[in-house]
């Protein structure tokens, strides 16, 4: 059973920053593209940005440049550092791998 595990959510004022972590169980992590989705309230969940088995990255548009992907295969960790938030970014953000299985989702508010 795979388990995904999100931590570092919050409230943070605009401009500010949060990393989220994700653990997740399971062996062969690093043979696993992994993934962070965010939900918005009244909104369909998204592709926030995704980091292959081998450590290619990629982001939607509106993250690009403030947001960073990254994964530490060593301890089984993925991570998304998020600077400049800006109220849009508040919603809730999921792990998940291989496109497939799913964290719990951890809040993100930006809000002043």
């Known amino acids: 059973q795979v388990q995904l595990v999100e931590s570092g959510g919050g409230l943070v004022q605009p401009g500010g920053s949060l990393r989220l972590s994700c653990a997740a169980s399971?062996?062969?992590?690093?043979?696993?593209?992994m993934y962070w989705y965010r939900q918005a309230p009244g909104k369909q969940r998204e592709l926030v940005a995704v980091?292959?088995?081998?450590?290619?990255?990629n982001y939607a548009d509106s993250v690009k440049g403030r947001f960073t992907i990254s994964r530490d295969n060593a301890k089984n960790m993925m991570y998304l550092q998020m600077n400049s938030l800006k109220p849009d970014d508040t919603a809730v953000y999921y792990c998940?791998?291989?496109?497939?299985?799913w964290g719990q989702g951890i809040q993100v508010t930006v809000s002043s």
């Open positions: 998940n791998r291989d496109d497939y299985y």
């Open positions: 399971g062996r062969y992590f690093s043979t696993y593209n």
């Open positions: 980091i292959t088995s081998n450590g290619n990255t």
